[in-house]
């Protein structure tokens, strides 16, 4: 059912469970994990200077991430591919799925509602409305989103309960 599947990742302790899905399912479905980090450019690009060393700090936790997810991948048997990226998240996320012609995304959400979401904004949410591919959401546990509530560059994050809103 699914050969090759998208797991977005910030890195954090709240995108567990999106990775455990994830993984969960490459190993029943013999797929291939890619593992994405995305580098908000928006968040930094109003620094007049100092937006190199920004870039290059989140590159490396970008990265530290992606492999962190590899290596719990390489560890349940499952074939992952990393990459880190810079841009719109949405943006990244959606075309890293369909350059690499993925069937499955599983991202973490932190599962706002209100004015938490009109003002944050939800890039799992973008990500539902705009893939051409079925997305499942993995909202994070209450803990998780406490945490990432105190770390508001959180872009994507995940938990240990699937809500598995799929969308085509």
Same mark, same amino acid.
């Given at each position: 059912?699914?050969?090759?599947?998208?797991? $977005?990742?910030?890195?954090?302790?709240?995108?567990?469970?999106?990775?455990?899905?994830?993984?969960?399912?490459?190993?029943?479905?013999?797929?291939?994990?890619?593992?994405?980090?995305?580098?908000?450019?928006?968040?930094?690009?109003?620094?007049?200077?100092?937006?190199?060393?920004?870039?290059?700090?989140?590159?490396?936790?970008?990265?530290?991430?992606?492999?962190?997810?590899?290596?719990?991948?390489?560890?349940?048997?499952?074939?992952?591919?990393?990459?880190v990226?810079?841009?719109?998240?949405?943006?990244?996320?959606i075309?890293?799925?369909?350059?690499?012609?993925?069937d499955?995304?599983?991202?973490?959400?932190?599962?706002?509602?209100?004015?938490?979401?009109f003002?944050?904004?939800?890039?799992?949410?973008?990500?539902?409305?705009?893939?051409d591919?079925p997305?499942?959401?993995?909202?994070? $546990?209450?803990?998780a989103?406490?945490?990432?509530?105190a770390? $508001?560059?959180?872009?994507?994050?995940?938990?240990?309960?699937?809500?598995?809103?799929?969308?085509?």
């Open positions: 059912m699914y050969d090759r599947i998208l797991v $977005p990742t910030d890195g954090s302790v709240a995108t567990a469970g999106a990775v455990d899905h994830a993984i969960e399912l490459a190993t029943q479905y013999d797929a291939t994990l890619y593992a994405l980090y995305v580098v908000d450019t928006g968040a930094y690009a109003s620094l007049e200077m100092g937006s190199e060393i920004v870039a290059e700090a989140l590159g490396e936790e970008g990265q530290e991430a992606v492999d962190a997810v590899a290596e719990r991948a390489a560890e349940a048997g499952v074939d992952a591919e990393t990459a990226a810079n841009g719109i998240a949405h943006r990244e996320i075309d890293h799925a369909s350059d690499h012609e993925v499955l995304i599983v991202m973490g959400t932190h599962g706002r509602t209100g004015v938490g979401r003002l944050l904004g939800s890039v799992a949410e973008k990500v539902v409305r705009s893939s591919v997305v499942m959401t993995v909202r994070a $546990p209450e803990d989103e406490t945490e990432a509530e770390e $508001p560059d959180a872009e994507t994050d995940g938990g240990t309960t699937a809500t598995n809103r799929t969308t085509r």
